[in-house]
């Protein structure tokens, strides 16, 4: 009944971790109709968040701190100690934290400088280079669980890929090139990577509710 319990908890976890990913997702994508003003090619999604529309960001980053905890969660629940990074996990959701924190203060527009404005930089920062690095060892130790073994090699490409946008975001910034689409590129590259891991988890979880049927049945 225990190992029940928690793959139906777990079950649950993947689910609100796909809902949350969809909202991020969706409403980001929203905001390119929404707000024709902001050029997608030179500015960052923060950019939404002040103007018309300026609260559909605050929802996206919930959104977004809430898939993220409940894969935290999940996560923990279904990998077997051997295969969990607990720093991972805690970077994992760090970033969630950071997002949801970023979305409450928003970025600065133009030349004057905010407090608001500066804790969106740090808590931006925190949360951009937190993911990679949650990514990369969350992947690697998931092949010591024999049920996320399989899974291992595509969640690593997929982070190495998240590393890869990271890094491109990072030129386009210092270059003045293309900075608004590499940001998005990079944002995207995370939310497959959730996307793609919050899945396997939810098969991890069918799996074991499969093996474990209720009794009252």
């Known amino acids: ?21 969809a909202v991020k997702f969706l409403t980001i994508a ?24 300026g609260f559909l960001l605050t929802v996206a980053d919930i959104g977004s701190v809430l898939g ?15 295969g969990r990074s607990y720093v991972g996990l805690f970077l994992l959701a760090l970033y969630g934290v950071s997002e949801l924190l970023a979305g409450i203060f928003p970025i600065d527009v133009g030349g004057e400088a ?11 920062n925190i949360s951009f280079f ?17 049920q996320w073994r399989s899974f291992r090699r595509p969640a690593l490409a997929l982070s190495i890929v998240v590393v890869l946008t990271a890094i491109l975001t990072i030129a386009g910034f210092n270059l003045g090139i293309g900075f608004g689409v590499t940001q998005r590129v990079a944002n995207v590259a995370v939310l497959v990577w959730m996307l793609m891991v919050a899945l396997h988890l939810r098969s ?6 499969a093996q474990h049927p209720s009794r009252a049945s």
Do not use: W
């Not at 009944?1 to 990913?21: N, P």
């Open 1 to 21: 009944m225990e190992s029940q319990r928690r793959a139906r908890l777990t079950m649950f976890l993947a689910l609100l971790a796909l809902v949350g990913i």
């Open 30 to 53: 929203a905001f390119h109709f929404l707000r024709p003003d902001v050029n997608p090619v030179l500015e960052p999604i923060s950019n939404y968040g002040v103007g018309p529309y």
């Open 68 to 82: 993220t905890l409940a894969l935290v969660f999940g996560l923990y629940l279904g990998i077997r100690p051997p």
């Open 114 to 124: 905010t407090t608001a404005g500066t804790i969106h930089n740090i808590v931006g």
């Open 130 to 146: 937190c993911f990679p690095i949650a990514a990369i060892l969350l992947s690697l130790r998931m092949g010591k669980d024999e």
């Open 204 to 209: 991890v979880a069918q799996g074991a509710l």
